[in-house]
């Protein structure tokens, strides 16, 4: 059957969530007067951080843990005290401050106005749900997509099969016809595939990838082989 629904993955995907995160830092930062060097800082973070949206994702963590926990494991790793009140005004004016910034991915107007006028576009994200449109809205996508799916919304998160089918039933889309594009090989890529749908893995940091159950792109661009 011929793809008719395209559903996308936001960050990391289309928004280019770690510049967006680097200068959302920058904000907080100077605004509370952290002294520590903000590269050093991020150095440390962002694995942290992945490992603790891993957990998120698998629901072993809460969400306000996930937020608190990130950056309580970093000040403590690069030896900065901090009061566990300041962590959480920075974890909430982080998460404030963060859709503000609308840098996207090379390409991304180019492509979704060439998949526009062929399909319909979709939004599954397991981003919080209070400032994922507004990243949309800061970025101007936000009038490209159909459907907006936040696995807060579902109560579950990619991989998680519900979420999938909770996207295409909304979207009155069969799976079939459908395909997933987006970072992780586990949330969108495998979690999609669980379903029926067929995927392609946004694979912008060129890493290598054993499977030939779903293509690969290194560019946004890279999807007109393929829809």
Do not use: C
């Not at 967006?20 to 060097?37: E, G, M, P, R, Y």
């Not at 566990?84 to 840098?103: C, Q, S």
């Not at 936000?142 to 459907?147: A, E, G, Q, T, V």
Request: net charge negative; proline share 2%.
């Amino acid at each position: 059957m011929e793809i008719q629904h395209v559903f996308f993955d936001l960050d990391h995907t289309l928004w280019d969530f770690e510049k967006n995160s680097d200068l959302a830092f920058k904000k907080v930062f100077d605004k509370q007067n952290i002294t520590i060097d903000l590269n050093s800082f991020l150095e440390v973070y962002k694995p942290l951080n992945l490992q603790y949206w891993k957990l998120y994702r698998e629901e072993k963590v809460t969400k306000e843990e996930l937020r608190y926990k990130r950056l309580k494991s970093t000040f403590d790793a690069v030896n900065y005290r901090i009061s566990d009140n300041l962590i959480d005004v920075i974890a909430i004016e982080y998460i404030n401050f963060l859709p503000d910034f609308n840098h996207l991915f090379e390409h991304t107007f180019e492509i979704l106005d060439y998949l526009k006028g062929k399909y319909q576009l979709h939004i599954i994200t397991n981003g919080f749900e209070e400032i994922q449109t507004k990243k949309m809205e800061t970025s101007k996508i936000l009038h490209y997509f159909d459907i907006i799916v936040t696995s807060e919304s579902v109560g579950v998160k990619k991989p998680n099969p519900k979420v999938f089918n909770f996207a295409l039933e909304k979207a009155n889309a069969i799976n079939s016809a459908s395909i997933m594009i987006g970072d992780s090989i586990e949330a969108d890529v495998e979690g999609a595939l669980s379903v029926g749908m067929k995927a392609i893995h946004a694979n912008f940091e060129k890493g290598k990838v054993n499977n030939v159950n779903f293509n690969s792109i290194t560019s946004l661009l890279d999807i007109k082989e393929y829809l």
